[in-house]
């Protein structure tokens, strides 16, 4: 058993609450035990211009730990006009994973950015803020979506941290955990179970082949427990995902139903 009485395999109890926030397109506050992560998405009818007149959209994010999510207060990134290497991966990560499960060219030209404000940190805020920006990415879609004849989300996308512990392979690390772990993995994958990234690193030591498999097999299973998890938060709207629809209209018709 782990400081928090869970087995290895086992995530710590999530929170997806949408429609968190009165004015973005898509909203969501994503709890991941005591991780607390607020992602909104805008939509904006323009594109970056090395994509005007391509007829494609573009889908991008940004990432923030806000001053007191840690048990010591960060500075804002803003305030120092520089953002740390740290975050500059983390943002290029979440939208990477974002983009993996967009079709571009049936968003047409207009753009998406993700805003992922880590609230409270404690551990996994990167993994916490793809799942959670996932469902506020579809939403914001839904939401604007009179335009499209196909739904752009192409499939589901969750990620999860993973590590060797003292004890061996475990899953969703909270702060206690990671900085401790001798192999840090973070994976993200699709809903057909495809893998987007894998980020994998001996902190403390080496880690070998039937390791890594036993850390993808947790990531796996917990993954998949996530995207089940953001079906049933997204309900009907989640059975849009990955449609074709021949027109604009019939796409009005099946949201009225």
């Known amino acids: 058993m782990r400081s928090d009485?869970?087995?290895?395999?086992?995530?710590?109890?999530?929170?997806?609450?949408?429609?968190?926030?009165?004015?973005a397109e898509g909203s969501v506050l994503i709890e991941c035990g005591k991780t607390k992560v607020l992602c909104t998405a805008t939509v904006e009818d323009n594109v970056p211009r090395w994509l005007k007149g391509t007829g494609q959209g573009w889908v991008t994010a940004e990432y923030s730990l806000l001053?007191?999510?840690?048990?010591?207060?960060?500075?804002?990134?803003?305030?120092?006009g520089k953002q740390t290497g740290r975050t500059v991966e983390i943002q290029r990560l979440i939208g990477r994973?974002?983009?993996?499960?967009?079709?571009?060219?049936?968003l047409g030209?207009?753009?998406?950015?993700?805003?992922?404000?880590?609230?409270?940190a404690d551990g996994g805020t990167r993994t916490a803020s793809i799942t959670g920006a996932f469902v506020a990415l579809v939403d914001a879609i839904d939401y604007t979506f009179g335009g499209f004849?196909?739904?752009?989300?192409?499939?589901?996308?969750?990620a999860i941290s993973v590590g060797i512990g003292p004890n061996g392979p475990i899953t969703d690390l909270c702060y206690e955990e990671d900085s401790a772990a001798v192999v840090d993995m973070n994976v993200v994958r699709t809903g057909a179970g495809n893998l987007i990234e894998v980020q994998g690193t001996g902190e403390h030591g080496t880690f070998s082949r039937n390791e890594l498999n036993?850390?993808?097999?947790?990531?796996?299973?917990?993954?998949?427990?996530?995207?089940?998890?953001?079906?049933?938060?997204?309900?009907s709207v989640a059975d849009k995902i990955g449609k074709v629809y021949p027109d604009a209209l019939a796409m009005a018709s099946e949201g009225d139903k």
């Not at 030209?109 to 409270?120: A, F, G, L, P």
């Not at 004849?149 to 969750?158: L, V």
């Not at 036993?214 to 309900?235: I, K, Y």
């Open 97 to 106: 994973a974002l983009r993996a499960v967009v079709d571009l060219k049936a």
């Open 149 to 158: 004849g196909k739904f752009p989300i192409t499939d589901f996308c969750a």
């Open 214 to 235: 036993a850390l993808l097999d947790l990531a796996e299973a917990a993954t998949d427990e996530l995207m089940a998890n953001q079906r049933d938060v997204l309900g």
């Open 109 to 120: 030209e207009r753009s998406i950015t993700v805003d992922c404000d880590v609230i409270q």
């Open 5 to 23: 009485n869970r087995t290895a395999g086992q995530l710590r109890p999530i929170k997806i609450t949408r429609h968190f926030t009165e004015y």
């Open 67 to 80: 001053p007191r999510s840690t048990k010591t207060r960060v500075s804002r990134e803003a305030a120092r």
